[in-house]
């Protein structure tokens, strides 16, 4: 199995315990066959939480609409995505001005959890598609000034 994304941590799995004890309930083993692969340091036990972290990935990034970056002071990102492709606005401050940029990104259909991952891991949080209207609005208004 290629990985898409990278494996939980072991705090990430215990946060969505729950979720990972259906889905060893659903791949047939049982509590007790679990904590024999554990004691055994059997591989399957890096292959199962392989196989989850995949599934948990592809459904947390098939959830996110809406991005929002702020890698430093000076700098807002806002990334909207659709199926195949990804809107993007910055906004970066230079002293009193603000210096306003978008575009936009194609990508595959299945590229698309792996962009949102991308993102994620460099420090983006989920924000509501009404955040990135209300800087879209901003951006185009000021450039209706100009």
């Known amino acids: ?9 072991l705090a990430e799995l ?35 939480i392989d196989e989850f972290s995949e599934k948990f990935w592809d459904g ?9 970056h702020r890698p430093d002071a000076q700098n807002l990102w806002l990334f909207h995505f659709e199926e195949s492709s990804a809107q993007v606005i910055r906004c970066k401050k230079d002293g009193e001005t603000f210096e306003w940029s978008q575009g936009g990104k194609p990508f595959e259909q299945e590229a698309r959890g792996q962009e949102i991952f991308m993102l ?27």
């Open 14 to 48: 215990e946060g969505v315990r729950l979720e990972f004890v259906q889905f060893l309930a659903s791949e047939g083993i049982a509590a007790d066959d679990w904590e024999r692969k554990l004691a055994e340091k059997s591989q399957d036990v890096l292959s199962c």
């Open 60 to 68: 947390a990034t098939g959830a996110i609409t809406c991005l929002e």
């Open 120 to 146: 994620l891991e460099q420090g983006a949080q989920p924000c509501s598609e009404e955040r990135f209207k209300e800087v879209y609005n901003e951006l185009t208004s000021d450039s209706k000034k100009d």
């Open 1 to 9: 199995m290629t990985k898409r994304y990278r494996r939980l941590t």
